[in-house]
């Protein structure tokens, strides 16, 4: 069993939280690669805010390049995590 426990450590709150992984049009590539999909915490004064336009990015395996993701992609990645955390199969 693990002790690290990532989500128990508030001062590791403002690290991005990996949503999930997808092959999106990267163009620094010109060319399709796999981008992983973050939430990125955004630091306000004191208070890290996880909910804010634009805290959503999707970073090129390939070549790093990082892009915010707007209105329905944001909103699709976001919906990501929801099915991960939610639980699956019906009781
Ligand atoms: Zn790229």
């Keep these: 069993m693990s002790v690290f426990r990532p989500d128990r450590l508030p001062s590791l ?3 991005p939280k990996e949503l999930g992984r997808e092959e999106r049009f990267c163009e620094a590539c010109g060319e399709p690669n796999l981008h992983i ?4 915490p955004k630091k306000v004064i004191f208070v890290y805010f996880k909910d804010h336009p634009g805290n959503v990015h999707a970073t090129c395996i390939k070549c790093a390049l990082s ?4 209105g329905e992609e944001r909103a699709r990645a976001l919906s990501l995590i929801k099915a991960r955390t939610e639980p699956s ?3």
């Excluded at 999909?37 to 990125?40: D, H, I, N």
């Excluded at 892009?67 to 707007?70: D, E, I, P, S």
């Design 37 to 40: 999909l973050y939430q990125v």
């Design 89 to 91: 199969g019906s009781l």
């Design 13 to 15: 709150n403002r690290l």
């Design 67 to 70: 892009t915010v993701l707007t």
